[in-house]
Nanobody, 125 residues
Framework: QLQLVESGGGLVQAGGSLRLSCAAS????????MGWFRQAPGKEREFVAA????????YYADSVKGRFTISRDNAKNTVVLQMNSLKAEDTAVYYC??????????????????WGQGTQVTVSS
């Protein structure tokens, strides 16, 4: 089992920034590809960003490219999503998730075996 706990969500004005963190415990964190997904009210869960198990490769949804940055620190068992230039449409519950290394970069939620409980991000316009 791999336990994931997100933090860093909150309320921010449009144009502002937030930094989400995901702390992992349990199994070997460094052997997993990591991803961030989000779900807005009444909408399906959607892919936001992903990072390979060693942190070299990163992937982004078109809607966040150039504004969000995903990174990881395998020594600290953490993955971070830095969100800049936030927009009202970024409002959602954000989840971090872990997938087997061979699924690095997958935008398909079904490839991810472990999920955090989510953290709310609200962007006011």
């Amino acid at each position: 089992q791999l336990q994931l706990v997100e933090s860093g969500g909150g309320l921010v004005q449009a144009g502002g920034s937030l930094r989400l963190s995901c702390a992992a415990s349990g199994r070997t964190f460094s052997s997993y590809a990591m991803g961030w997904f989000r779900q807005a009210p009444g909408k399906e869960r959607e892919f936001v960003a992903a990072i390979s198990w060693i942190g070299v490769l990163t992937y982004y949804a078109d809607s966040v490219k150039g504004r969000f940055t995903i990174s990881r620190d395998n020594a600290k068992n953490t993955v971070v999503l830095q969100m800049n230039s936030l927009k009202a449409e970024d409002t959602a519950v954000y989840y971090c998730a872990a997938a087997p290394a061979q699924f690095s970069g997958s935008a398909y939620a079904g490839k991810y075996d472990y999920w955090g409980q989510g953290t709310q991000v609200t962007v006011s316009s």
